[in-house]
Protein backbone atom coordinates (compact mmCIF):
# COMPACT_ATOMS: atom_id res chain seq x y z
CA UNK A 1 0.00 0.00 0.00
CA UNK A 2 2.69 2.45 0.99
CA UNK A 3 4.52 1.43 -2.17
CA UNK A 4 1.64 2.23 -3.86
CA UNK A 5 0.89 5.76 -2.81
CA UNK A 6 4.54 6.46 -2.96
CA UNK A 7 4.48 5.27 -6.72
CA UNK A 8 1.65 7.32 -7.65
CA UNK A 9 3.17 10.58 -5.40
CA UNK A 10 6.17 10.38 -7.99
CA UNK A 11 3.92 10.35 -11.00
CA UNK A 12 2.56 13.32 -9.80
CA UNK A 13 5.35 14.82 -9.34
CA UNK A 14 6.49 14.54 -12.69
CA UNK A 15 2.92 16.04 -13.77
CA UNK A 16 3.35 18.84 -11.60
CA UNK A 17 6.98 19.33 -11.18
CA UNK A 18 7.46 22.73 -13.57
CA UNK A 19 3.92 24.49 -12.21
CA UNK A 20 4.80 23.85 -8.53
CA UNK A 21 8.28 25.81 -9.02
CA UNK A 22 6.62 28.20 -10.28
CA UNK A 23 4.28 29.21 -7.87
CA UNK A 24 7.02 28.46 -4.81
CA UNK A 25 9.18 30.80 -6.64
CA UNK A 26 6.42 33.42 -6.40
CA UNK A 27 5.75 32.82 -2.89
CA UNK A 28 9.04 32.48 -0.62
CA UNK A 29 12.24 34.50 -0.79
CA UNK A 30 15.92 34.61 1.19
CA UNK A 31 18.23 31.59 1.66
CA UNK A 32 15.30 29.21 1.90
CA UNK A 33 14.00 29.96 -1.47
CA UNK A 34 17.40 29.66 -3.60
CA UNK A 35 17.90 26.01 -1.75
CA UNK A 36 14.80 25.66 -2.89
CA UNK A 37 15.59 26.79 -6.56
CA UNK A 38 18.53 24.93 -6.43
CA UNK A 39 16.87 21.84 -5.58
CA UNK A 40 13.99 22.35 -8.10
CA UNK A 41 16.02 22.52 -11.06
CA UNK A 42 17.92 19.84 -10.45
CA UNK A 43 14.76 17.19 -10.23
CA UNK A 44 11.09 17.37 -10.23
CA UNK A 45 8.98 19.04 -7.46
CA UNK A 46 5.59 17.86 -5.72
CA UNK A 47 3.14 20.05 -4.16
CA UNK A 48 3.69 19.40 -0.26
CA UNK A 49 0.00 19.00 0.24
CA UNK A 50 -0.15 16.19 -2.39
CA UNK A 51 2.46 14.13 -0.60
CA UNK A 52 0.87 14.91 2.94
CA UNK A 53 -1.89 13.07 1.16
CA UNK A 54 -3.00 9.82 3.27
CA UNK A 55 -0.23 10.68 6.11
CA UNK A 56 -2.97 11.69 8.45
CA UNK A 57 -5.00 8.70 8.28
CA UNK A 58 -1.79 6.33 8.81
CA UNK A 59 -0.40 8.54 11.72
CA UNK A 60 -3.64 8.23 13.29
CA UNK A 61 -4.30 4.72 12.71
CA UNK A 62 -0.71 4.21 13.78
CA UNK A 63 -1.59 6.31 17.18
CA UNK A 64 0.28 9.29 17.16
CA UNK A 65 -1.49 12.64 18.42
CA UNK A 66 -1.21 15.75 17.35
CA UNK A 67 -0.66 14.79 13.92
CA UNK A 68 -1.21 18.54 12.57
CA UNK A 69 2.06 19.80 14.64
CA UNK A 70 4.34 16.23 13.83
CA UNK A 71 3.38 16.85 10.15
CA UNK A 72 4.60 20.70 10.19
CA UNK A 73 7.45 19.37 11.90
CA UNK A 74 8.83 16.52 9.53
CA UNK A 75 8.22 19.31 6.41
CA UNK A 76 9.80 21.86 8.11
CA UNK A 77 12.63 19.37 8.81
CA UNK A 78 12.75 18.06 5.09
CA UNK A 79 12.59 21.58 3.78
CA UNK A 80 15.62 22.96 5.95
CA UNK A 81 13.28 25.33 7.62
CA UNK A 82 12.46 26.46 11.04
CA UNK A 83 9.29 25.40 12.24
CA UNK A 84 7.88 28.70 12.80
CA UNK A 85 8.62 29.61 9.12
CA UNK A 86 6.05 27.12 7.58
CA UNK A 87 2.57 28.80 7.93
CA UNK A 88 1.12 26.66 5.28
CA UNK A 89 1.51 24.25 2.63
CA UNK A 90 0.41 26.04 -0.01
CA UNK A 91 2.98 27.17 -1.90
CA UNK A 92 5.77 24.56 -0.81
CA UNK A 93 7.43 22.03 -3.30
CA UNK A 94 9.34 18.64 -2.08
CA UNK A 95 12.22 17.55 -4.15
CA UNK A 96 11.96 13.85 -5.26
CA UNK A 97 14.74 12.69 -2.43
CA UNK A 98 12.80 14.87 -0.06
CA UNK A 99 9.80 13.02 -0.81
CA UNK A 100 11.67 9.93 -0.11
CA UNK A 101 13.11 11.38 3.01
CA UNK A 102 9.53 13.01 3.80
CA UNK A 103 7.90 9.40 3.63
CA UNK A 104 10.87 7.76 5.77
CA UNK A 105 10.22 9.79 7.97
CA UNK A 106 6.27 9.70 8.51
CA UNK A 107 7.15 5.74 8.10
CA UNK A 108 9.39 6.01 11.19
CA UNK A 109 6.74 8.04 12.80
CA UNK A 110 3.97 5.67 12.38
CA UNK A 111 6.06 3.11 13.86
CA UNK A 112 5.95 5.94 16.82
CA UNK A 113 9.77 7.02 16.68
CA UNK A 114 9.82 10.16 18.83
CA UNK A 115 9.69 13.06 16.39
CA UNK A 116 13.08 14.54 18.42
CA UNK A 117 15.07 10.85 17.03
CA UNK A 118 14.05 11.60 13.59
CA UNK A 119 14.77 15.00 13.29
CA UNK A 120 18.18 14.78 15.47
CA UNK A 121 17.65 18.25 16.95
CA UNK A 122 15.23 20.09 19.66
CA UNK A 123 14.50 23.06 21.09
CA UNK A 124 15.30 22.93 24.70
CA UNK A 125 14.32 26.51 26.61
CA UNK A 126 16.80 29.37 24.35
CA UNK A 127 19.04 26.42 22.85
CA UNK A 128 18.76 23.78 20.09
CA UNK A 129 19.82 20.23 21.09
CA UNK A 130 20.86 18.15 19.07
CA UNK A 131 19.27 14.51 20.05
CA UNK A 132 20.77 11.21 19.61
CA UNK A 133 18.67 7.31 19.91
CA UNK A 134 19.10 5.94 23.16
CA UNK A 135 19.94 9.54 24.73
CA UNK A 136 16.81 10.87 27.09
CA UNK A 137 15.13 13.59 25.55
CA UNK A 138 14.66 16.83 27.20
CA UNK A 139 11.12 17.44 28.34
CA UNK A 140 9.25 20.56 29.06
CA UNK A 141 8.51 20.07 32.80
CA UNK A 142 12.66 19.94 32.61
CA UNK A 143 12.73 23.72 31.43
CA UNK A 144 10.28 24.86 33.90
CA UNK A 145 12.67 22.90 36.46
CA UNK A 146 15.61 24.52 35.21
CA UNK A 147 14.24 28.01 35.07
CA UNK A 148 13.18 27.68 38.51
CA UNK A 149 16.68 27.09 39.27
CA UNK A 150 18.01 29.48 37.07
CA UNK A 151 15.38 32.48 38.58
CA UNK A 152 16.97 31.38 42.10
CA UNK A 153 20.47 31.72 41.41
CA UNK A 154 20.44 34.74 39.00
CA UNK A 155 21.29 37.09 41.93
CA UNK A 156 24.55 35.26 43.23
CA UNK A 157 27.33 37.05 42.21
CA UNK A 158 30.33 34.88 42.71
CA UNK A 159 31.35 31.65 41.19
CA UNK A 160 29.35 28.45 41.67
CA UNK A 161 30.79 25.35 41.90
CA UNK A 162 27.62 22.80 39.71
CA UNK A 163 26.96 19.07 39.63
CA UNK A 164 25.01 17.37 37.54
CA UNK A 165 23.96 13.93 38.25
CA UNK A 166 22.97 12.25 34.49
CA UNK A 167 23.27 14.71 31.66
CA UNK A 168 22.21 12.66 29.23
CA UNK A 169 21.99 15.81 25.89
CA UNK A 170 23.17 17.64 28.54
CA UNK A 171 20.00 19.98 28.45
CA UNK A 172 19.80 21.55 32.18
CA UNK A 173 23.57 22.29 32.63
CA UNK A 174 23.69 24.03 29.44
CA UNK A 175 20.66 25.96 29.93
CA UNK A 176 21.77 27.17 33.09
CA UNK A 177 25.01 27.59 31.62
CA UNK A 178 24.33 29.65 29.01
CA UNK A 179 21.99 31.91 31.16
CA UNK A 180 24.34 32.27 34.44
CA UNK A 181 27.86 33.02 33.28
CA UNK A 182 29.05 32.72 36.76
CA UNK A 183 28.08 28.75 36.73
CA UNK A 184 30.65 26.03 35.96
CA UNK A 185 29.22 22.32 35.50
CA UNK A 186 31.12 18.84 36.04
CA UNK A 187 28.37 16.38 35.06
CA UNK A 188 28.53 12.37 35.31
CA UNK A 189 26.26 10.13 32.79
CA UNK A 190 26.45 6.48 32.63
CA UNK A 191 25.78 6.59 28.70
CA UNK A 192 28.61 6.74 26.64
CA UNK A 193 26.03 7.86 23.94
CA UNK A 194 24.66 10.20 26.05
CA UNK A 195 28.41 11.55 27.79
CA UNK A 196 29.33 12.13 23.84
CA UNK A 197 26.43 13.70 22.48
CA UNK A 198 26.42 16.51 26.33
CA UNK A 199 30.05 17.07 25.22
CA UNK A 200 29.28 17.36 21.82
CA UNK A 201 26.50 19.64 22.28
CA UNK A 202 28.22 21.96 24.63
CA UNK A 203 31.01 22.65 22.05
CA UNK A 204 28.64 24.01 19.38
CA UNK A 205 27.06 25.71 21.75
CA UNK A 206 30.16 27.31 22.99
CA UNK A 207 29.81 26.34 26.36
CA UNK A 208 32.75 23.58 26.96
CA UNK A 209 35.13 25.30 28.45
CA UNK A 210 32.47 25.59 31.55
CA UNK A 211 31.23 22.06 31.07
CA UNK A 212 32.86 18.95 31.79
CA UNK A 213 31.34 15.29 31.58
CA UNK A 214 32.43 12.36 32.92
CA UNK A 215 31.36 8.90 31.46
CA UNK A 216 30.96 7.60 35.04
CA UNK A 217 28.42 5.31 36.81
CA UNK A 218 27.17 6.51 40.29
CA UNK A 219 26.68 3.50 42.45
CA UNK A 220 26.73 3.17 46.41
CA UNK A 221 30.33 4.49 48.03
CA UNK A 222 31.42 5.11 43.87
CA UNK A 223 29.36 8.31 43.72
CA UNK A 224 32.15 10.24 41.39
CA UNK A 225 35.32 9.29 39.71
CA UNK A 226 38.14 9.29 41.13
CA UNK A 227 39.54 12.36 39.65
CA UNK A 228 36.41 14.46 41.55
CA UNK A 229 36.97 12.23 44.56
CA UNK A 230 37.43 15.57 47.12
CA UNK A 231 35.36 18.02 45.17
CA UNK A 232 32.58 19.75 47.02
CA UNK A 233 29.98 21.50 45.31
CA UNK A 234 27.91 24.48 45.87
CA UNK A 235 24.79 23.15 43.39
CA UNK A 236 24.21 19.93 42.55
CA UNK A 237 21.01 19.17 39.99
CA UNK A 238 19.68 15.71 38.39
CA UNK A 239 15.99 14.24 37.09
CA UNK A 240 17.15 11.04 37.68
CA UNK A 241 15.08 7.78 36.49
CA UNK A 242 12.03 8.11 38.63
CA UNK A 243 9.97 6.16 36.74
CA UNK A 244 8.79 3.18 38.97
CA UNK A 245 8.66 -0.11 37.87
CA UNK A 246 4.99 -0.79 37.89
CA UNK A 247 4.24 2.54 35.73
CA UNK A 248 6.09 1.10 33.00
CA UNK A 249 2.96 -0.64 31.37
CA UNK A 250 1.43 2.71 30.58
CA UNK A 251 4.23 4.40 28.95
CA UNK A 252 4.03 5.32 25.24
CA UNK A 253 5.33 2.90 22.92
CA UNK A 254 7.93 6.40 21.71
CA UNK A 255 9.48 5.98 25.33
CA UNK A 256 9.14 2.02 26.03
CA UNK A 257 10.29 1.42 22.34
CA UNK A 258 13.07 4.21 22.00
CA UNK A 259 14.31 5.49 25.13
CA UNK A 260 17.34 3.95 27.09
CA UNK A 261 15.35 2.53 29.87
CA UNK A 262 18.51 3.31 32.19
CA UNK A 263 17.76 6.33 31.86
CA UNK A 264 13.81 6.07 33.18
CA UNK A 265 14.19 3.17 35.95
CA UNK A 266 13.84 4.24 39.35
CA UNK A 267 13.08 0.51 40.74
CA UNK A 268 9.97 0.04 42.80
CA UNK A 269 9.51 3.67 44.25
CA UNK A 270 11.11 5.50 41.77
CA UNK A 271 13.82 6.67 43.62
CA UNK A 272 16.66 3.89 43.57
CA UNK A 273 18.74 6.42 41.42
CA UNK A 274 17.73 9.51 43.84
CA UNK A 275 18.65 7.87 47.45
CA UNK A 276 21.89 7.26 45.35
CA UNK A 277 22.16 11.03 44.70
CA UNK A 278 21.40 11.72 48.31
CA UNK A 279 24.12 9.77 49.68
CA UNK A 280 26.62 11.82 47.01
CA UNK A 281 25.23 14.60 48.17
CA UNK A 282 25.94 14.04 51.63
CA UNK A 283 29.78 14.10 50.81
CA UNK A 284 30.28 16.10 47.84
CA UNK A 285 27.59 18.88 48.55
CA UNK A 286 29.44 21.83 50.53
CA UNK A 287 27.31 22.93 53.95
CA UNK A 288 24.76 24.97 53.00
CA UNK A 289 24.86 23.79 49.74
CA UNK A 290 21.64 23.19 47.76
CA UNK A 291 20.20 20.10 46.09
CA UNK A 292 17.60 20.45 43.42
CA UNK A 293 16.10 17.44 41.84
CA UNK A 294 13.16 16.43 39.82
CA UNK A 295 11.31 13.82 40.62
CA UNK A 296 8.00 12.12 40.15
CA UNK A 297 4.94 13.76 41.43
CA UNK A 298 4.09 11.73 43.98
CA UNK A 299 8.19 11.51 45.11
CA UNK A 300 8.18 15.47 47.25
CA UNK A 301 6.37 13.95 50.60
CA UNK A 302 8.14 11.03 50.33
CA UNK A 303 11.99 12.43 49.98
CA UNK A 304 10.68 14.83 52.69
CA UNK A 305 10.09 12.04 55.20
CA UNK A 306 13.38 10.49 53.64
CA UNK A 307 15.16 13.78 54.57
CA UNK A 308 13.49 13.57 58.21
CA UNK A 309 13.99 10.21 58.65
CA UNK A 310 17.29 8.91 57.75
CA UNK A 311 19.40 12.11 56.85
CA UNK A 312 18.35 13.96 59.79
CA UNK A 313 21.38 16.57 60.37
CA UNK A 314 23.25 16.17 57.20
CA UNK A 315 20.21 17.35 54.63
CA UNK A 316 16.94 19.21 54.96
CA UNK A 317 14.00 18.94 52.80
CA UNK A 318 13.47 22.84 52.26
CA UNK A 319 10.64 22.50 49.86
CA UNK A 320 8.62 20.27 46.51
CA UNK A 321 7.09 22.94 43.99
CA UNK A 322 4.86 22.05 41.38
CA UNK A 323 5.19 22.21 37.37
CA UNK A 324 2.41 24.05 35.24
CA UNK A 325 0.13 20.96 35.38
CA UNK A 326 0.27 21.41 39.39
CA UNK A 327 2.06 18.40 39.82
CA UNK A 328 4.11 18.17 42.52
CA UNK A 329 7.45 17.78 40.53
CA UNK A 330 10.52 19.12 41.96
CA UNK A 331 12.25 19.15 45.77
CA UNK A 332 15.28 21.57 46.86
CA UNK A 333 17.29 20.37 49.95
CA UNK A 334 19.65 21.92 51.48
CA UNK A 335 22.63 20.46 52.95
CA UNK A 336 22.96 21.25 57.08
CA UNK A 337 25.16 24.00 57.62
CA UNK A 338 28.29 23.07 59.83
CA UNK A 339 27.83 23.56 63.67
CA UNK A 340 29.89 26.27 65.22
CA UNK A 341 31.00 24.72 68.50
C1 LIG B 1 15.83 11.13 33.12
S1 LIG B 1 17.39 11.22 32.33
C2 LIG B 1 17.74 12.96 32.49
C3 LIG B 1 18.74 13.49 31.50
C4 LIG B 1 18.90 15.01 31.51
N1 LIG B 1 19.31 15.48 32.81
C5 LIG B 1 17.60 15.70 31.13
O1 LIG B 1 16.87 16.16 31.99
O2 LIG B 1 17.29 15.75 29.93
C6 LIG B 1 18.47 10.49 33.54
C7 LIG B 1 19.91 10.38 33.10
O3 LIG B 1 20.67 9.84 34.18
C8 LIG B 1 21.58 8.87 33.68
N2 LIG B 1 21.82 7.92 34.79
C9 LIG B 1 20.98 6.99 35.27
N3 LIG B 1 21.55 6.33 36.29
C10 LIG B 1 22.78 6.86 36.47
C11 LIG B 1 23.87 6.60 37.35
N4 LIG B 1 23.75 5.65 38.28
N5 LIG B 1 25.00 7.31 37.23
C12 LIG B 1 25.09 8.28 36.27
N6 LIG B 1 24.11 8.58 35.41
C13 LIG B 1 22.96 7.88 35.50
C14 LIG B 1 20.84 8.25 32.51
O4 LIG B 1 21.73 7.61 31.61
C15 LIG B 1 20.13 9.45 31.91
O5 LIG B 1 20.91 10.09 30.95
Known amino acids: MLKLV ?59 GDIDFNLKCLVAHVLGRKFNTVKGYNDLVFTENQLEEFERFCEARCARM ?23 IPRPETEEFVSKVIEVYRDVKGPINMLEVGCGSGAMSLAILHALPNVRSTAIERGKAATELSRENAKLLGLDDRFTVYHHTMEVDNYLPPELGNEVYDLIIGNPPYVKSEEFPLLQPEVVCYENLNALDGGPDGLRVARLVFNLACEHLRPGGKMWLELGEDHPP ?38 TA
Open 6 to 64: AQQLRQQMRQVSRVSTINYTKATSGTDLSRQQQQSTQSPTIEVNKALEGWPEKLRKAGV
Open 114 to 136: PLQYIIGEWDFMDLTLKTSPSVF
Open 302 to 339: LVQTIMDTQYEGRLRFIAGYKDQYKRNRFVEIEKEPAK
